[in-house]
């Protein structure tokens, strides 16, 4: 059974930092690709970043220069350090995996299979 965990989130004031953490078991974490997605109140769910199973990696227009997303196989885990956050950052964060045909970048909810429960990122001005 596939679980993802993710972690890290909370409150933080504008121009803050936060690392997010997504644990993941039951697969061969190494083979797939990761993603990290966000949803607000009121708006679709949307990637933020993804990382293919080699390192490549995607980001979304809004975050790019900003956030950073990594793994380590090692510890089945996929990060997304925030930088410069901003009030239009808050949301949801969702940790997702093995997108079809691998693709890292799919901005298509239904094309990743695995998904975990979301943690809350709130930032105030």
Not at 87 to 95: I, K, L, M, R, S
Request: proline share 2%; hydrophobic share 35%.
């Amino acid at each position: 059974q596939v679980q993802l965990v993710e972690s890290g989130g909370g409150l933080v004031q504008a121009g803050g930092s936060l690392r997010l953490s997504c644990a993941a078991s039951g697969l061969t974490f190494s083979a797939y690709g990761m993603g990290w997605f966000r949803q607000a109140p009121g708006k679709e769910r949307e990637l933020v970043a993804g990382i293919s199973w080699g390192g490549s990696t995607y980001y979304s227009d809004s975050v790019v220069g900003r956030f950073t997303i990594s793994r380590d196989n090692a510890k089945n885990t996929v990060y997304l350090q925030m930088n410069s956050l901003k009030p239009e950052d808050a949301a949801v964060y969702f940790c997702a995996a093995d997108p079809e045909r691998g693709r890292f970048y799919s901005t298509a909810i239904g094309s990743w299979r695995y998904w975990g429960q979301g943690t809350q990122v709130t930032v105030s001005s």
